[in-house]
C-alpha cells in the first residue's frame, strides 16, 4: 500500500536520482568507505606499486655489483705476500700513489704478522715521498710506540728526521725558488733534534755518517735564518737589535758557515752605535779569519736589485759570504738513506 503511495505520487525511493546530462551538474559516486578507511582505485595504486618495485631492483643491483667489484679488486683477494711485492714493486718504480694504496690495504686486512710491520714503515716513506709530512709522522710515529724492539727501528727514527727536514723545502717553495729560510724553523728545529734523538740512541747507526752531515746543514740554515733577521734589522737602522741577532748567532751556532757574515754585521751595527772599540775588535777577528770578506772591502751587504724584488720567483733570496760555504757537503733531502 505504501509502495502504491509512492508510486501514485511519482516517487520511487529505490530507484537512483537521476541527475542532468550538462557537464556543469554531473554527477560522481564517491569511492566507497569499509570500516573507516577509503579504498582507493585499483589505477592509483598500480603506479606505486611499480615505483616500489623498480625502486627494489635498483637497490639489489647495486648491491650484486658492489659484491661482484669487491670480489675482482685485487685489494681484496690478493694473499699478504702478493699485496706485499705489488705495493713494494710501485714503490720502487716511483708510483707512490698506488704503494700507498696497497701499503693501506695491507695493514687493514691484515693486522698483525712481519709484512704488516715493513709495509707500515715503508707506507711512511711512501707518504715522505708523495710530500705528505702529516700522514708520514704519524704512520711514523705509530710505527716506534708500537715496534720499539723492531730490527728496523733506527731506520724510523733516521726517516722521522727526514720528513721534518724537508717541511721546510715544500714543493711549492722549490718551484717558486723561494728561501727557506726567511720562513719559521720550527721544523728544522725538530728535524735536528730527531737526528740527535737518534744519534744518542745508535750512535754506530750504519746512517749515523748521513745523519751527521745533515745536521750540519740544519746548523747552517738556522743560522742563515738568524742572519736574515739581523740584516733586516740593519737594513731598517735598528743598530742594537742587528748586533744582538749576531751575537746570538756565533753563541748559538759556533763555527756555522755565516760566522764571517755575523761577525760583519756587528761590526758596521757597532759602527752605527758609536761602539768604536767594539767594532774594532769585530773587525779584526773578521781580517783574521776572513781576510776576502767584501765587508772589508766597503760593499757589504749588498742590496738586491728591483728586478729581483719584482720577480715572484727568489724573489726574497740574499747573496751572503757563507752561501759558498753552506753548499759544501750539503746533502740531498731526498736521498732515502
Same mark, same amino acid.
Given at each position: 500500500?505504501?509502495?502504491?503511495?509512492?508510486?501514485?505520487?511519482?516517487?520511487?525511493?529505490?530507484?537512483?536520482?537521476?541527475?542532468?546530462?550538462?557537464?556543469?551538474?554531473?554527477?560522481?559516486?564517491?569511492?566507497?568507505?569499509?570500516?573507516?578507511?577509503?579504498?582507493?582505485?585499483?589505477?592509483?595504486?598500480?603506479?606505486? =606499486? %611499480?615505483? @616500489?618495485?623498480?625502486?627494489?631492483?635498483?637497490?639489489?643491483? @647495486?648491491?650484486?655489483?658492489?659484491?661482484?667489484?669487491?670480489?675482482?679488486?685485487?685489494?681484496?683477494?690478493?694473499?699478504?705476500?702478493?699485496?706485499?711485492?705489488?705495493?713494494?714493486?710501485?714503490?720502487?718504480?716511483?708510483?707512490? @700513489?698506488?704503494?700507498?694504496?696497497?701499503?693501506?690495504?695491507?695493514?687493514? %686486512?691484515?693486522?698483525?704478522?712481519?709484512?704488516?710491520?715493513?709495509?707500515?714503515?715503508?707506507?711512511?716513506?711512501?707518504?715522505?715521498?708523495?710530500?705528505?709530512?702529516?700522514? =708520514?709522522?704519524?704512520?711514523?710515529?705509530?710505527?716506534?710506540?708500537?715496534?720499539?724492539?723492531?730490527?728496523?727501528?733506527?731506520?724510523?727514527?733516521?726517516?722521522?728526521?727526514?720528513?721534518?727536514?724537508?717541511?721546510?723545502?715544500?714543493?711549492?717553495?722549490?718551484?717558486?725558488?723561494?728561501?727557506?729560510?726567511?720562513?719559521?724553523?720550527?721544523?728544522?728545529?725538530?728535524?735536528?733534534?730527531?737526528?740527535?734523538?737518534?744519534?744518542?740512541?745508535?750512535?754506530?747507526?750504519?746512517?749515523?755518517?748521513?745523519?751527521?752531515?745533515?745536521?750540519?746543514?740544519?746548523?747552517?740554515?738556522?743560522?742563515?735564518?738568524?742572519?736574515?733577521?739581523?740584516?733586516?734589522?740593519?737594513?731598517?737602522?735598528?743598530?742594537?737589535?742587528?748586533?744582538?741577532?749576531?751575537?746570538?748567532?756565533?753563541?748559538?751556532?759556533?763555527?756555522?758557515?755565516?760566522?764571517?757574515?755575523?761577525?760583519?754585521?756587528?761590526?758596521?751595527?757597532?759602527?752605527?752605535?758609536?761602539?768604536?772599540?767594539?767594532?774594532?775588535?769585530?773587525?779584526?777577528?773578521?781580517?783574521?779569519?776572513?781576510?776576502?770578506?767584501?765587508?772589508?772591502?766597503?760593499?757589504?751587504?749588498?742590496?738586491?736589485?728591483?728586478?729581483?724584488?719584482?720577480?715572484?720567483?727568489?724573489?726574497?733570496?740574499?747573496?751572503?759570504?757563507?752561501?759558498?760555504?753552506?753548499?759544501?757537503?750539503?746533502?740531498?733531502?731526498?736521498?732515502?738513506?
Amino acid at each position: 500500500m505504501q509502495a502504491g503511495l509512492n508510486r501514485s505520487h511519482g516517487i520511487d525511493r529505490f530507484a537512483a536520482p537521476r541527475m542532468s546530462a550538462s557537464p556543469a551538474f554531473r554527477y560522481y559516486a564517491p569511492s566507497r568507505v569499509r570500516h573507516g578507511r577509503m579504498n582507493l582505485p585499483m589505477t592509483r595504486l598500480l603506479p606505486i =606499486a %611499480r615505483l @616500489a618495485f623498480l625502486l627494489a631492483f635498483i637497490v639489489l643491483a @647495486a648491491t650484486s655489483c658492489g659484491r661482484w667489484g669487491k670480489k675482482d679488486d685485487p685489494l681484496e683477494t690478493l694473499p699478504v705476500d702478493s699485496l706485499y711485492a705489488e705495493a713494494k714493486s710501485a714503490l720502487v718504480k716511483g708510483n707512490v @700513489a698506488r704503494a700507498q694504496r696497497y701499503y693501506q690495504r695491507l695493514v687493514a %686486512r691484515f693486522p698483525y704478522g712481519p709484512y704488516t710491520e715493513q709495509s707500515q714503515l715503508e707506507l711512511a716513506y711512501a707518504y715522505y715521498k708523495g710530500d705528505k709530512p702529516e700522514d =708520514a709522522t704519524s704512520v711514523v710515529n705509530r710505527f716506534i710506540r708500537t715496534y720499539p724492539a723492531h730490527q728496523h727501528i733506527e731506520y724510523a727514527y733516521y726517516l722521522r728526521g727526514l720528513i721534518n727536514a724537508n717541511r721546510s723545502d715544500g714543493s711549492l717553495l722549490r718551484i717558486a725558488r723561494l728561501d727557506p729560510t726567511q720562513r719559521e724553523q720550527t721544523s728544522l728545529r725538530q728535524a735536528f733534534n730527531d737526528f740527535n734523538d737518534m744519534l744518542q740512541r745508535y750512535p754506530n747507526s750504519r746512517y749515523g755518517n748521513d745523519v751527521r752531515a745533515r745536521m750540519v746543514h740544519l746548523r747552517n740554515q738556522m743560522a742563515r735564518h738568524d742572519l736574515n733577521v739581523a740584516v733586516f734589522y740593519l737594513g731598517r737602522r735598528a743598530w742594537v737589535a742587528a748586533a744582538n741577532r749576531s751575537k746570538h748567532l756565533l753563541e748559538q751556532f759556533p763555527q756555522s758557515a755565516y760566522d764571517a757574515d755575523a761577525l760583519a754585521v756587528m761590526s758596521e751595527s757597532y759602527v752605527r752605535l758609536g761602539q768604536g772599540t767594539l767594532a774594532s775588535d769585530a773587525r779584526r777577528v773578521l781580517e783574521l779569519n776572513y781576510p776576502d770578506h767584501p765587508y772589508l772591502r766597503g760593499n757589504w751587504p749588498a742590496e738586491r736589485s728591483w728586478w729581483k724584488k719584482l720577480s715572484p720567483f727568489g724573489a726574497d733570496q740574499r747573496s751572503y759570504y757563507g752561501d759558498l760555504r753552506a753548499e759544501v757537503g750539503a746533502p740531498a733531502l731526498d736521498h732515502h738513506g
